[in-house]
Every structure is written in structure tokens, then in C-alpha cells.
């Protein structure tokens, strides 16, 4: 069968190798190129121990504390307010106990596959020293809040995440880079990270090109699904499929709109700064608890990231987020680098309201595949998707229940 695959993110090429795997011809179109967009610069962690949705009452108990700081983890622009209120009209019903357990249930079966099939692409690769498996810790400067988060380490170990409660002497002992502001972390010993989010897409990409995998750089603007797949495009002729999957993260609500499904799928915009060659300042990720950002030891260099902006695609940079973060970040690190010797970043999250991405057939047609929305856990979910966009291109049963993440959901 001839698939086009909407998206040269990590996302779109972990699906065209599982597609190449069942012997589809596949074709990558994207309108810049292989990890271009949020591929390109995020935390670089494959966090599949995370199985609690974004959203929940803990989240919106903590969102006007936020919003009091214009600076802070989370912010609203004030030129996105109204374009925004569906979207969170439906995160704050995504909220409610009864979704959350759902949601939960959900998260953790999609999580669950995440390490597996990375494990396998990356053998079939030969990429496995890309992946680096020291585990990541959640660290605490307030003894309350790790006190209020023990609820959410018994949901992890009852769902078989390992996490080991650490004082502050053996966050010390792990991290001797960081200060002592540190009253205790939680660690995650099972959790892993890649050497660089952009350099293990470019493998992926790099690799598919040598299995045949082809590469159109193009703009789709629409599909068409009778009386055959009909992908148009800007500027250039329409291309013809035999099935076609939706994988153009922030950019792919209008192309589900084309096929008949109108996704709430907007974008939490990330902001970080990367330090190239400080790579002895961590051993493993890092989650500053309460504050809103990580940081991580990329090959490459220290690079910290996080919050969240809400402002929509188009809406430029607000890059005294960044400052305002590395501010944080030297009150927890003891040597950090000049804000000057670093290179700051902001990429889009496609995100959708109850935190879980958009996997399964559109309302037109069974030849065409949704799968995007991930959120924060694109990469980590990444190869997990390819898997089960491949069960569904060969009408077979996923390896898990996919109900939560139907794009007829909403």
C-alpha cells in the first residue's frame, strides 16, 4: 500500500519506519523538513513513568497563582484570551474526577508501551547510544509540596513505576552540581533521555532514507478522501495515496477539519535556553517541582525548558520567560553559565484538553489515521504511535484499547 505520512517530527518518522516495517511504500511530506518544529529543541525525556494528566483539579487549584506572575510556569497572553477559552472550557471539564480516572487509565496503557518500542526501534536502528537510561529525579525545595505528592507516587507504584523517595544528603550525593536548597526528590530509576531531541530525530530521518523511506517537502493544505486519497497541496500538484496519516503536531487541525473532525487542538508553547559544551553540571534530568521548568543534560550541552504559554501558532516569542527561568534555574545550580553564552528556543506543544493525543481513524475515511496532540509526551509516546498507527493502517487490533483517544471523542 502507498502511505503518506503528514509530519517529519518524531512522531511522523517513528510511524514511517513501523509503516516501512509492514511493507507500505511510505512517504514523508512536511512543509520545512525533519525536526523542524517542536523535534527540534525539547527536553529530550522519555517520560513514560508519567501517567497523571495535565489536567486536574491539583493543576487548576494552582492556575490564578500562575497567572498572578506574568513570568511564571503558566501564562495566558492577553492577545490569545479569547481564542483560547474553548480549549480551556474543555481542560477544566477534562478536570473532573470521573474524566481523570479515565484519562488515567488511558495515559498509563499508551506509557506502558512507550519504553518497549523505543527499545525495539532503537535496536532495529542501531541508535540504542542515543538513549541514555540514568533515571530522573523530582526535586523539592518545599517539604509540603513533597509531602502533598505522595498520593501521586502511590498511583505511579501501583501502576509499576518504580520511584525511590530520596532526603536531602542522597540528592546531594546524586547531584553534586546542584545546590542545597533541596529538602528531597523523588527518583525514577526506570525513567531515560536521549543524547538530543534533534539529533535522534535526524537518525530517524537519515535512517529512513537509507530503507527507501521517500521525502517530499510540501505544504498539504487538505485531503480529499473520494474517490481516492487526494493530498493538496500548496503551490505544487496534489499527491495521490493509497492512506494517509495526520502527524503535523501543532499544524494538523486543519487538515482533521478537511477529513470531517474538528479536534480541540491548540498549543502550549515552551520556552528554553541551551548551554553548548556544559555537559558536567548533571548526571540525569531534573524536575524542579512547583517551579515549572527541567533541565537536562543533552549531549550537546545543559538545556532547561518548561512552562507554559498559551498564545496560539502565530503570536511572536516572549523571551523574557526564558531570562525570567534561567533566573530560577541559577538559585539551583551552582556554576550556570551567562545567560549570554546560551541559545534560547520556544516550540509548540500540540496539545488537546484532557492531556491525551489524537490516535485512531478520521469520521471520512478509514484510510486516513490521526496521530497527533501529544503534548508534552510526543517523544516519549513517539514510537508507541508508530506502532499503533501500523495496527490500524493493517485493520487489526491495537495493542491497547484506543476508545480515549478517538478523534470522534470531543
Same mark, same amino acid.
Given at each position: 500500500?502507498?502511505?503518506?505520512?503528514?509530519?517529519?517530527? !518524531?512522531?511522523?518518522?517513528?510511524?514511517?519506519?513501523?509503516?516501512?516495517?509492514?511493507?507500505?511504500?511510505?512517504?514523508? !511530506?512536511?512543509?520545512?523538513? =525533519?525536526?523542524?518544529?517542536?523535534?527540534?529543541?525539547?527536553?529530550?525525556?522519555?517520560?513514560?513513568?508519567?501517567?497523571? &494528566?495535565?489536567?486536574?483539579?491539583? @493543576?487548576?487549584?494552582?492556575?490564578?497563582?500562575?497567572?498572578?506572575?506574568?513570568?511564571?510556569?503558566?501564562? !495566558?497572553?492577553?492577545?490569545?484570551?479569547?481564542?483560547?477559552? =474553548?480549549?480551556?472550557?474543555?481542560?477544566?471539564?477534562?478536570?473532573? %474526577?470521573?474524566? !481523570?480516572?479515565?484519562?488515567?487509565?488511558?495515559?498509563?496503557?499508551?506509557?506502558?508501551?512507550?519504553? %518497549?518500542?523505543?527499545?525495539?526501534?532503537?535496536?532495529?536502528?542501531?541508535?540504542?547510544?542515543?538513549?541514555?537510561?540514568?533515571?530522573?529525579?523530582?526535586?523539592?525545595?518545599?517539604?509540603?509540596?513533597?509531602?502533598? @505528592?505522595?498520593?501521586?507516587?502511590?498511583?505511579?507504584?501501583?501502576?509499576?513505576?518504580?520511584?525511590?523517595?530520596?532526603?536531602?544528603?542522597?540528592?546531594?550525593?546524586?547531584? %553534586?552540581?546542584?545546590?542545597?536548597?533541596?529538602?528531597?526528590?523523588?527518583?525514577? &530509576?526506570?525513567?531515560?533521555?536521549?543524547?538530543? %531531541?534533534?539529533?535522534?530525530?535526524?537518525? /530517524?530521518?537519515?535512517?529512513?532514507?537509507?530503507?527507501?523511506?521517500?521525502?517530499?517537502?510540501?505544504?498539504?493544505?487538505?485531503?480529499?478522501?473520494? &474517490?481516492?486519497?487526494?493530498?493538496?497541496?500548496?503551490?505544487?500538484?496534489?499527491?495521490?495515496?493509497?492512506?494517509?496519516?495526520?502527524?503535523?503536531?501543532?499544524?494538523?487541525?486543519?487538515?482533521?477539519?478537511?477529513?470531517?473532525?474538528?479536534?480541540?487542538?491548540?498549543?502550549?508553547?515552551?520556552?528554553?535556553?541551551?548551554? =553548548?559544551?556544559?555537559?558536567?553540571?548533571?548526571?540525569?534530568?531534573?524536575?524542579?517541582?512547583?517551579?515549572?521548568?527541567?533541565?537536562?543534560?543533552?549531549?550537546?550541552?545543559?538545556?532547561?525548558?518548561?512552562?507554559?504559554?498559551?498564545?496560539? /501558532?502565530?503570536? &511572536?516569542?516572549?523571551?523574557?520567560?526564558?531570562?525570567?527561568?534561567?533566573?530560577?534555574?541559577?538559585?539551583?545550580?551552582?556554576?550556570?553559565?551567562?545567560?549570554?553564552?546560551?541559545?534560547?528556543? @520556544?516550540?509548540?506543544?500540540?496539545?488537546?484538553?484532557?492531556?491525551?493525543?489524537?490516535?485512531?481513524?478520521?469520521?471520512?475515511?478509514?484510510?486516513?489515521?490521526?496521530?497527533?496532540?501529544?503534548?508534552?509526551?510526543?517523544?516519549?509516546?513517539?514510537?508507541?504511535?508508530?506502532?499503533?498507527?501500523?495496527?490500524?493502517?493493517?485493520?487489526?487490533?491495537?495493542?491497547?484499547?484506543?476508545?480515549?483517544?478517538?478523534?470522534?471523542?470531543?
Amino acid at each position: 500500500m502507498k502511505v503518506a505520512v503528514i509530519g517529519a517530527g !518524531i512522531v511522523g518518522l517513528a510511524t514511517a519506519h513501523a509503516l516501512a516495517d509492514e511493507g507500505h511504500v511510505v512517504t514523508v !511530506i512536511d512543509r520545512e523538513g =525533519p525536526a523542524a518544529g517542536t523535534s527540534r529543541g525539547n527536553a529530550g525525556m522519555i517520560a513514560h513513568t508519567d501517567i497523571e &494528566p495535565i489536567a486536574s483539579p491539583k @493543576m487548576l487549584r494552582q492556575v490564578p497563582r500562575f497567572l498572578m506572575d506574568p513570568l511564571g510556569p503558566l501564562t !495566558i497572553r492577553k492577545e490569545y484570551l479569547l481564542p483560547i477559552l =474553548p480549549w480551556l472550557t474543555r481542560l477544566i471539564l477534562a478536570s473532573r %474526577p470521573s474524566e !481523570i480516572e479515565k484519562s488515567i487509565t488511558a495515559l498509563t496503557a499508551i506509557q506502558s508501551l512507550a519504553m %518497549p518500542s523505543w527499545d525495539r526501534l532503537s535496536r532495529q536502528l542501531g541508535i540504542e547510544s542515543m538513549i541514555h537510561r540514568r533515571g530522573c529525579l523530582f526535586l523539592f525545595d518545599d517539604r509540603s509540596l513533597m509531602q502533598s @505528592m505522595k498520593h501521586h507516587f502511590e498511583l505511579q507504584e501501583k501502576a509499576g513505576v518504580s520511584v525511590h523517595l530520596l532526603d536531602a544528603s542522597e540528592v546531594r550525593q546524586m547531584e %553534586p552540581g546542584l545546590t542545597d536548597r533541596f529538602v528531597g526528590a523523588a527518583f525514577f &530509576p526506570d525513567s531515560a533521555h536521549v543524547s538530543d %531531541p534533534r539529533a535522534i530525530t535526524l537518525a /530517524l530521518y537519515e535512517a529512513a532514507r537509507a530503507r527507501s523511506i521517500d521525502h517530499l517537502k510540501a505544504e498539504i493544505t487538505s485531503i480529499e478522501t473520494e &474517490p481516492t486519497i487526494r493530498l493538496n497541496a500548496k503551490d505544487q500538484d496534489a499527491v495521490n495515496v493509497d492512506a494517509v496519516v495526520i502527524a503535523a503536531g501543532a499544524w494538523s487541525k486543519e487538515l482533521a477539519a478537511s477529513v470531517g473532525d474538528r479536534i480541540p487542538l491548540d498549543t502550549e508553547r515552551g520556552y528554553n535556553i541551551t548551554f =553548548p559544551g556544559a555537559t558536567r553540571l548533571l548526571n540525569r534530568p531534573v524536575s524542579f517541582q512547583g517551579h515549572g521548568f527541567v533541565s537536562s543534560p543533552l549531549d550537546i550541552g545543559l538545556r532547561i525548558g518548561g512552562a507554559v504559554e498559551l498564545g496560539g /501558532l502565530h503570536l &511572536p516569542p516572549n523571551h523574557e520567560r526564558t531570562k525570567a527561568m534561567y533566573q530560577k534555574a541559577g538559585r539551583f545550580f551552582r556554576d550556570l553559565p551567562a545567560f549570554e553564552d546560551g541559545t534560547i528556543w @520556544m516550540g509548540f506543544r500540540p496539545s488537546i484538553p484532557d492531556s491525551l493525543p489524537v490516535i485512531g481513524y478520521s469520521t471520512k475515511s478509514r484510510r486516513v489515521v490521526h496521530a497527533f496532540g501529544h503534548g508534552h509526551y510526543g517523544l516519549t509516546q513517539s514510537a508507541a504511535t508508530g506502532r499503533l498507527v501500523a495496527d490500524l493502517i493493517a485493520e487489526r487490533a491495537p495493542a491497547i484499547d484506543l476508545t480515549r483517544f478517538s478523534p470522534q471523542r470531543f
